[in-house]
């Protein structure tokens, strides 16, 4: 039976955290090549750092941000938002989160800000304004 890997770890210096070199394999990804570039996607935490990278074709793409108050029908909120976006290749969501009185949400895609799609997304977006109250598009580009 061939061994399976499921993670990969190491212990590396932290003399300085602000600049922090990752080294992982990719040789498990055989179609990476494909993909000239890698979206990181950091969540930051009191306590930890999780990263999760995805292997992207475009070099420009869009985060989407909304805020909103909280709000006890969570049923709802996953129903605008899930016929929201059906239409947009989504990467990563940090799916629904409530911090203190406030509703967050936030999600990637594939999709960059010159994109026709993109004028679309911002229509549908206003149609859950009721929900969300600060509706954000951001660029993420190389660094």
């Known amino acids: 039976m061939k061994d399976i890997i499921l993670t990969n770890a190491y212990i590396q210096n932290n003399e300085d955290p602000t600049n922090i070199n990752l080294n992982f394999s990719s040789s498990g990804k055989k179609n990476l090549k494909k993909y000239p570039y890698l979206l990181v996607v950091q969540s930051i935490q009191e306590n930890f750092v999780r990263l999760t990278i995805y292997p992207v074709k475009i070099k420009n793409l869009i985060k989407v941000i909304l805020c909103g108050l909280k709000i006890s029908d969570e049923a709802n909120i996953y129903l605008s938002l899930a016929k929201t976006l059906q239409d947009f290749e989504m990467i990563h969501t940090s799916g ?7 509703l967050y949400y936030e999600c990637y895609l594939n999709l960059s800000l010159s994109d026709v799609k993109t004028r679309v997304l911002k229509a549908a977006l206003n149609k859950i304004k009721n929900i969300f109250k600060d509706i954000r598009i ?3 580009g190389l660094k």
């Open 96 to 102: 629904l989160l409530i911090k203190g009185n406030k």
């Open 138 to 140: 951001e660029k993420i």
